[in-house]
């Protein structure tokens, strides 16, 4: 079953924040977070192990909550760069990943 | 190291053709996954192999057939098309044995249109 991203898209100006939910009804072991730019291949942004650790790529920075079976992502400041959609993918006991519906974030000058 | 490549980049197919989309990978990866990507819907995968002789089926497996005969290569059979087919394909990689702990790496995807 496909973790349930929120909200579906966001449109900023630079230098705004902005905040990307996942959520899963299965029990995970991990959560990655990639980017996608128009017409290109996902891009792999961070994982996060079982653990609660929270990680930081830059000004970009996640959380994984294993109890509650969910991930954010952060962006802060965000710069023309950012724009792109976001997917969380999520891996189970059986190892596969699964990724969600995606996030389109617009930042706008 | 050229990564995962696929081949294809765009197909053409009328209903009822089958076809193979081409998936290779030179980093030595034990899984290997196969993902379709249709407005609204994200990644979903479709088949998945975690070692040369080993795959398992996604969540929408219907209409495919996988085999991993190799490590590096993990091929996508349509074996009848159908224009709910029409998508983009996305092969995408992982050191480990699952996905659960190490990066995916993806091919830069075929698109496929079925009339």
């Known amino acids: 079953q496909q973790p349930v991203q929120s909200p579906q898209a966001v449109i900023l100006r630079e230098g705004e924040d902005a905040v990307i939910n996942c959520s899963s009804s299965k029990a995970l072991y991990s959560v990655h977070w990639y980017r996608q730019k128009h017409g290109e291949a996902p891009v792999f942004l961070m994982i996060l192990l079982k653990g609660g650790e929270q990680k930081g790529h830059d000004k970009i920075s996640a959380s994984f909550n294993e109890k509650k079976q969910q991930s954010s992502l952060y962006l802060t400041a965000s710069q023309l760069s950012y724009s792109g959609t976001y997917f969380c993918?999520?891996?189970?006991?059986?190892?596969?990943?699964?990724f969600g519906q995606g996030t389109t974030l617009q930042v706008k000058p | 190291n050229a990564g995962v490549t696929q081949t294809p980049k765009f197909q053409v197919l009328k209903t009822g053709q089958s076809m193979t989309l081409q998936c290779a990978q030179d980093?030595?990866?034990?899984?290997m996954s196969w993902y379709r990507q249709d407005p609204g819907m994200g990644l979903r995968l479709i088949h998945y192999?975690?070692?040369?002789?080993?795959?398992d089926q996604g969540e929408v497996p219907n209409g495919y057939n996988v085999s991993r005969s190799t490590t590096e290569d993990f091929p996508l059979r349509l074996l009848s098309a159908a224009p709910s087919q029409t998508s983009v394909y996305f092969c995408?990689?992982?050191?480990?044995?699952?996905?659960?702990?190490?990066?995916?790496?993806f091919g830069q995807g075929t698109r496929l249109t079925v009339v």
């Open positions: 995408a990689s992982s050191y480990s044995r699952t996905a659960m702990n190490t990066e995916a790496f």
């Open positions: 192999s975690v070692g040369a002789g080993i795959t």
């Open positions: 980093m030595n990866h034990e899984y």
């Open positions: 993918g999520t891996a189970d006991v059986t190892g596969k990943l699964i």
